[in-house]
């Protein structure tokens, strides 16, 4: 088999030699274990597990987190691929059973451009509801945010191609939600999904587990709220903005005002929405006028929806309600609007990656 394991550790128990030697005897022939930090009382595990030659063991001195205990065995593998078409991660608490290990390693055999999920099926009764809690939450997200339909957002089982761990090795983040942001980085780079329905194990209700669900959940989704936050500062500025200016317009008859406080009000709120997408959302550091005029375009075109929206909203309601309506109408333009920012303004070479 010409897939290697990444298998990252912290504090492992006998648990951990199981994985290692289900993985020797399926012909995984390298197996990069990381010790993250281990303290010394859980050194044995990865003494035992090294004497196989199969094993490359690799230790950090500190916990430094499962992000980038993954992204040291991405990069030591990047220096001594052999020959492997690509690597499959996997957790060292035997949560993921061997069958289930390599049919996503010979499905990575059979796809090698595209990147395998094992996910789980969290429908059943059995499943912790921490678990269960915390990957719904993401898949929902994600489904709503992004345009990805995961269904196990959180799997650590996943089989990834050499050409995509050069775009990992040096993403963003050190502990749990450096999972996610790879999974933003499939959306990104346009990287082939596959799903590969894996086996739903939970030894001793999960009690093994670092991944904290609210606080995790939350780490892992920052990257999303960004957007909406911004969007939400975005919004208000030009609310206030509009109801300033068609104070200021009010002599003027009703489809001038409506017209001038919403070209004041988004040309004035965009200049914000759009530096602070740029830089704090999407990441992008070149490309500067290549997204920028994509970006007001869609400007643009945004606010003659906005204004033929409020203006006849505003009409069949007898001159009034003017602001109330542009809150519903810009509303809805918001969810269409991160679809073709996502998409089109800073998609793919636009923009380097998130952060």
Known sequence: MNVSVILPSLNPDEKLLLVVEALVKRGFRRIILINDGSDEAHMAPFEKAAEYPQCVLLRHYKNLGKGRALKTGFNYFLCHQDGDIGVVTVDGDNQHHIDDIEACARKLEEHPDAMVLGCRDFSQPDVPSRSRFGNRSASFLFKAMV????????????????????????????????????????????????????????????????????????????????????????????????????????????????????????????VFNYLMNRKAVFGQKENVRHSLWKYYLLCVVQAAVSYGGVYLLTSLTADSYSTAWKVLVDLLLFLLSFQIQREWVFR???RKGLT
């Open 147 to 270: 345009g990805l339909s995961i269904s196990d957002t959180q799997t650590g089982l996943r089989a990834i191609p050499t050409k995509w761990l050069y775009e990992f090795v040096d993403l963003y983040g050190e502990r749990f939600e450096y999972e996610t942001n790879m999974l933003l980085e499939i959306k990104r780079l346009s990287i082939p999904l596959l799903e590969q329905p894996i086996r739903t194990i939970y030894l001793d209700e999960n009690v093994g587990s670092h991944f904290r669900p609210v606080r995790d959940t939350l780490k892992i989704c920052r990257l999303l709220f960004r957007f909406i936050a911004v969007s939400a500062a975005s919004f208000l500025v030009d609310i206030l903005l509009f109801w300033l200016l068609e104070m200021l317009f009010a002599p003027l008859d009703l489809a001038r005002r409506i017209l001038f406080a919403t070209v004041g009000a988004r040309v004035l709120s965009s």
């Open 348 to 350: 793919k070479n636009d």
